[in-house]
């Protein structure tokens, strides 16, 4: 686990784009994030999203999907912001399509002491708050599965760690 220091307040929280980066890179020009998570699936274009986003300047979190064979990143991650523990994991290892899948994730988060989850997949927007571990899957950012509509998230964090989610979806 690492400790993301520095001014935070506008994270993009992204998954599945699967080597097709424009939907990134509109939501980086809109909404022009501090920091960006991408919850898995990159499919090795890893190195072009952190390009889009501006690092090293904007800190890139990135772990491994299903789709991501070649991958050095690990299935899960941990960081602390803003008084928050996060875990970032794809979802795949953990059957996030059924609810015993985000049991899984609550009961990871706790045994982690996480509050916030961020975990893609399912490539469906989920945002829920369970026994005080907030789930949040930002859909799919390339991909959208039951909708036509490109989706992704804004974490709006406050320097004393309050913080808002909304979820956003490309035209």
């Known amino acids: 686990m690492s400790d993301i220091s520095g001014k935070i307040y506008k994270i993009l929280l992204v998954s599945d784009s699967h080597g097709m980066n ?22 090795g274009s890893e190195t072009d999203i952190e390009r889009i ?75 829920e708050e369970v026994s005080g571990v907030r789930l949040l899957n930002p859909g799919s950012i390339s991909l959208p599965r039951g909708t036509k509509k490109k989706s992704y998230m804004m974490i709006n964090m406050k320097e004393d760690g309050t913080y808002t989610v909304v979820k956003r979806f490309l035209v």
């Open 53 to 127: 986003a501006g690092a090293p300047h904007i800190p890139c979190v990135f772990v491994k999907g299903n789709n991501d064979w070649d991958s050095r990143n690990p299935y899960t991650r941990t960081f602390k912001l803003k008084g928050h523990k996060f875990l970032i994991t794809h979802g795949h290892t953990h059957g996030v399509y059924t609810n015993a899948g985000v049991q899984n994730l609550i009961y990871l988060a706790m045994e982690n002491e996480c509050d916030i989850v961020c975990f893609g997949h399912t490539h469906a927007v989920f945002d």
């Open 22 to 43: 424009k939907g990134i890179r509109q939501a980086v020009e809109l909404e022009k994030p501090d920091m960006l998570i991408h919850c898995g699936d990159v499919q």
